[in-house]
């Protein structure tokens, strides 16, 4: 056939392309592209005829599926035969959770093939479209400079979006999926399989005495050590900022220097420090008490059960020592940035220095920082390491499902998931701060300037 | 007359005693929360010279200060080997994070594509997810791929998890470096990577500071994942090696941890020290992007 005023209507490569990737882009004389396309067909074909076995009589999916089919049939069914003992021996049974994220990651791979494939259909379809109109046919070169003046954007994001898929997605996936399956540690593969149980776990959680008093109990502490943390340590901080920075004081420097060190200091080792002060045999807080006479007894700072806010007291003291300097530093930088004519004009009208920070500093800081306020409290919602490092959740509360009088829902999650092995509740409770964070944040964000531009 | 003279010196005086008063008092309170916040340090610092190992004993000024428990974190313990664990992931995790994020983030900030809005929106979303939530996945997937006890796949693990939020923290910063230089560039003929690294990375140092120092810090932070993915003596992290320390119910190792709490803080602390300025400059930023 000439080349030369032959019309084809678009439709024959991108259809010659959906059945072998690239032909369409053959037809349409750009044989590198092709060849590459059909290379990524090659690729996934490939992978599932090599990982499986199909040139078999007795075909089983089980036993022969590839990559892909066997991964989507493992998310679907999580196995069908456990590990048993037969009088061969053990013999070798499915792994649902293995399964069940290998089905993950199958299908997202699969997905990323199937992205590929609608690209070269596309492609035929719009080269052959361009050249019906034109005349004209970009060699390969050409092309791949054009896409990369075109796909740029996309092109330099590959790396983000290939760790974000399988680093941040993938496990969010797994850990979403998990609630809706019966996957707990009296029901461990492999020598059981985990069945999918629609909402039961969220039922049951809703239901049982125990668990809802834990939930509520947990959740409602949650709230209270996020407001009480965030708050502490946002108004000392800025109580520190004004008095850091006020005109009477000389050696701000060394003041700054010695305050800001909770900050510098990493973390995990100040709270160890203070657990180990705060240790209700051993440690020196207590034994100092004894020593100036404020009292006879050792006091269990952190894990009498008969007075849990004692532990909370402390834990938020704790976390102020932490905290405040952040604020201290962030709150300072803010009030040096404002111009100091505001001032000079209140002293002219005759202001009180009381006055001066009531209607200028303190709006101007707030104003600025309050958005913090929000990223502070989710945070603190998440303090994970507080707990874990410093109070371990207790003083034990035992009409809690395995949770202390100090746990956050995080840290709860934390236990139930590696000490109780109760992933499927685990996850379960992961979806629900996923979504009170979540709203909070999408809350908070769809009020600002930032989302209106974009 | 002569009344009202001595009512005025006294007004003055009250005045000025009441002056000298705050300021009395704000000093008194700096002086108390610096020893506050002096109490602990000291407290560790001194534990560490102390000549018993005991939790019991130990105090601020030790009466025979001794070295001997730094020599025996380095001759009984891995303490070295941890210590250039932890610096390789946090440079590793430094260098690449700096590199994903901004690309990501300049992209983000400069190009109008498809899919775009959704992506801001699932970075925004995935960010509020604690990353260890998903840890069984990660877990699963690296035995899988046999990436356990591997020192590269914790890395890359960090990597992942710090895209969403610094990418949203840099987005932010990007957008306030105005388009039109980008634009004046563009007519001059440079590429977009070299206007990327020629005018925007020279305009965003203060940020890229930041991210730096921020994703450096992480992995000397985190104890989760090392414990999680690590298996082995030799690839331990520092926080790992220093928490099993004294997570014993026995705490006869405290002053080994004193000593290794004290050779962990003090660079990490005089670091911070002198980036504060960019550190506050970046939260600031942060916080202005509303």
């Given amino acids: 056939m000439s080349s030369q005023g032959v019309k084809i209507n678009p439709v024959i490569p991108s259809c010659m392309s959906a059945v072998i990737w690239g032909a369409g882009q053959v037809l349409n004389k750009q044989y590198f592209k092709g060849l590459i396309f059909f290379l990524f067909q090659c690729l996934f074909v490939g992978v599932e005829l090599f990982t499986g076995n199909y040139f078999t009589y007795d075909f089983v999916i089980r036993e022969n599926g590839g990559f892909f089919v066997k991964g989507v049939w493992g998310l679907v ?18 792994h649902s959770i293995v399964l069940m994220i290998s089905g993950i990651i199958a299908a997202l791979i699969f997905f990323i093939f199937i992205a590929v494939l609608c690209w070269n259909v596309s492609d035929a379809f719009k080269t052959r479209k361009e050249y019906n109109e034109t005349g004209k046919i970009l060699d390969t070169r050409d092309y791949l400079t054009k896409l990369w003046s075109s796909m740029f954007h996309y092109i330099v994001m590959l790396p983000a979006i290939f760790l974000l898929i399988f680093l941040v997605l993938m496990p969010i996936l797994f850990s979403f999926l998990v609630a809706f399956t019966n996957y707990t540690k009296a029901n461990m593969p492999p020598s059981n399989l985990v069945r999918w149980v629609g909402f039961n776990n969220f039922k049951s959680i809703l239901t049982l005495s125990a668990w809802s008093r834990t939930f509520v109990g947990v959740f409602t502490w949650t709230i209270v050590w996020a407001v009480l943390s965030t708050a502490t340590c946002f108004f000392g901080g800025f109580f520190q900022a004004v008095l850091i920075n006020s005109d009477r004081i000389k050696a701000k420097r060394i003041f700054r220097g010695i305050l800001i060190l909770p900050w510098a200091i990493p973390g995990f080792i100040s709270l160890l420090v203070f657990k180990t002060m705060f240790n209700g045999q051993f440690g020196p807080i207590s034994q100092f008490l004894i020593d100036i006479g404020l009292t006879q007894t050792r006091i269990a700072w952190l894990t009498d059960s008969g007075n849990p806010n004692l532990a909370r007291a402390v834990l938020v003291l704790v976390n102020l020592w932490l905290g405040f300097p952040y604020f201290m530093a962030l709150m300072s930088g803010v009030m040096t940035g404002i111009s100091k004519e505001y001032y000079e004009a209140a002293k002219i009208d005759g202001a009180t220095s009381s006055q001066e920070f009531w209607n200028i500093s303190f709006p101007l800081v707030m104003r600025s920082t309050a958005p913090l306020l929000i990223m502070s409290f989710s945070s603190n919602f998440n303090n994970f390491g507080v ?27 934390y236990k139930l998931t590696l000490d109780q092995q109760l992933y499927s509740i685990a996850s379960v409770m992961s979806i629900l701060i996923f979504i009170i964070v979540g709203s909070i944040a999408i809350f908070n964000f769809r009020r600002t300037k930032a989302f209106k531009e974009m | 007359m002569g009344k009202r003279k001595n009512d005025v010196d006294l007004e003055n005086r009250k005045a000025r005693i009441k002056n000298r008063m705050t300021t009395a008092l704000i000093y008194l309170e700096l002086v108390v929360v610096s020893l506050i916040v002096l109490l602990p340090v000291t407290w560790i610092v001194g534990s560490s010279f102390n000549h018993t190992s005991s939790l019991a004993t130990s105090s601020i000024i030790p009466k025979n200060p001794t070295l001997d428990h730094y020599i025996a974190l380095f001759q009984e313990t891995d303490f070295l080997k941890w210590y250039g664990n932890t610096l390789k992931i946090a440079v590793g995790n430094m260098l690449a994070s700096v590199v994903v994020t901004t690309l990501t983030a300049y992209v983000f900030s400069r190009f109008r594509f498809k899919g775009r809005k959704g992506g801001l929106m699932t970075i925004l979303v995935l960010q509020m997810f604690p990353s260890f939530l998903g840890m069984t996945a990660i877990y699963i997937l690296y035995l899988n791929f046999n990436l356990l006890d591997n020192l590269g796949a914790l890395t890359v693990t960090y990597i992942a998890g710090q895209i969403p939020y610094n990418t949203w923290l840099m987005k932010g910063y990007f957008d306030g470096i105005p388009q039109s230089l980008d634009e004046a560039a563009m007519l001059d003929g440079a590429s977009r990577l070299r206007i990327f690294y020629q005018i925007i990375m020279p305009l965003a140092v203060p940020m890229i500071t930041f991210l730096a120092v921020t994703t450096f810090m992480s992995p000397w932070m985190d104890y989760i994942f090392p414990r999680l993915l690590i298996s082995s003596d030799k690839n331990k992290t520092l926080a790992v090696g220093l928490f099993e320390m004294i997570n014993g119910n026995t705490n ?35 916080a202005n992007k509303e």
């Fill in chain 2, 252 to 286: 006869n190792n405290f002053t080994m941890f004193a000593a290794g709490a004290v050779m962990v803080a003090v660079p990490i602390t005089i670091l911070y020290m002198c980036l504060q300025k960019y550190l506050i400059q970046g939260i600031t930023a942060g």
């Fill in chain 1, 77 to 94: 069914t999580l196995g069908t035969k456990p590990r048993q003992m037969t009088l061969a021996g053990l013999t070798e049974g499915d």
């Fill in chain 1, 387 to 413: 707990i874990y490092f410093f109070t371990e959740g207790g003083p034990i509360n035992p009409s809690y499902q395995f949770a202390g009088y100090t746990d956050l829902l995080i840290s709860w999650i």
